[in-house]
């Protein structure tokens, strides 16, 4: 989102936005190499933003920067979060591993070869190293000689004297990367910046407000599942139309129930499924857990009504935390 034209879009309806820097932007690259370059008294503790921290959860610090994007003042927020994950981490090792071998690579094919003096023979290596791009290890070329006997055709003289010449050979020498170095990296890539143009927003209002969209991606996968919703025709645009509007308020519906639920169950003992316990269930296992309600038919000699049977503690638990009536009996009137 946080692009040129989307941004003079967003600005033209008069709406304020906050998203993610690209690190394709020059801008990221100045902004960490800015935070960090500041001293460690700098950064402010945002701590976990989970509602429910534990020992794995993310802890976060942050810097502030005044910048101008498009033309316009905005909000710059450096995050530096703790807890690298582990398919960064990955990538981090396979580079460092990756540039080792395309050295070892590089040495090998320079093996073989003997130069005529250690000028050829560093002149080459140089040439060589002109096509590595690395960032990890320091190469350094080093030159070594040695005497080699001149071979002539036929059989040498009883006493004749051996010649010799002397040959160069060169080798690479690697440094590795310092386990500062690497550290340094791993801050460098658990780094990542919002910009906003809500200037009012701080460092850590901003995170949340940022982390928490996951909410409304989440709904839409909920209400597009075909679990609730199968394939069928509507023929017309407008009765697609009706259908999203209905979807929404299925969904605002469930968000609705998650709600109450947790809300009821937020001191209380986790939920007892028959397969696990759950402290904050979602919507989808809410209306999962009550789907094998049962409701029968009951009546006397002068009235039938309908009422639920067989209420599982955890679903007694369930309609209790959303109010609903569970022994009270509903009428059905067949006159409509």
Not at 188 to 216: M, P, V
Not at 225 to 234: K, M, T, V
Request: aromatic share 8%; glycine share 4%.
């Amino acid at each position: 989102m946080v692009f040129p034209k989307t941004i003079a879009r967003i600005r033209s309806a008069g709406m304020h936005w906050l998203g993610r820097l690209s690190a394709r932007f020059a801008l990221s690259k100045e902004l960490k190499d800015q935070a960090w370059a500041q001293r460690t008294d700098s950064w402010t503790e945002l701590g976990a933003l989970a509602e429910v921290p534990a020992a794995k959860s993310a802890t976060y610090q942050a810097q502030t920067f005044d910048v101008t994007f498009t033309d316009a003042p905005a909000k710059a927020f450096v995050y530096h979060s703790r807890a690298l994950d582990k398919k960064k981490e990955h990538t981090l090792q396979r580079e460092i591993v990756r540039e080792r071998n395309e050295i070892a690579q590089l040495s090998k094919a320079l093996a073989g070869i003997t130069f005529e003096s250690a000028d050829d023979a560093v002149r080459a290596a140089t040439l060589r190293l002109q096509s590595f791009k690395g960032h990890w290890h320091t190469v350094t070329p080093i030159v070594a000689q040695r005497e080699a006997r001149i071979t002539r055709r036929g059989r040498p003289k009883i006493g004749a004297p051996i010649t010799t010449r002397t040959e160069y050979l060169v080798s690479l020498r690697i440094t590795e990367p310092t386990s500062d170095a690497i550290q340094a990296e791993r801050e460098r890539r658990s780094t990542f910046i919002l910009l906003t143009s809500q200037l009012t927003l701080n460092a850590k209002a901003a995170l949340q407000e940022y982390k928490g969209q996951d909410q409304n991606e989440h709904g839409f996968r909920w209400a597009k599942s075909p679990i609730h919703l199968g394939a069928f025709w509507l023929e017309k645009p407008a009765r697609v139309a009706g259908l999203g509007y209905l979807l929404l308020l299925a969904l605002q519906f469930a968000r609705f129930m998650r709600a109450m639920v947790r809300s009821a169950l937020k001191d209380q003992s986790p939920l007892e499924l028959p397969y696990r316990k759950v402290k904050r269930p979602s919507e989808t296992v809410i209306l999962d857990a009550l789907r094998d309600l049962d409701i029968r038919r009951q009546s006397n000699e002068t009235l039938q009504w309908y009422q639920w049977t067989a209420v599982l503690a955890y679903q007694r638990r369930i309609l209790e935390a959303l109010k609903v009536p569970i022994d009270r009996g509903f009428v059905w009137d067949p006159s409509g």
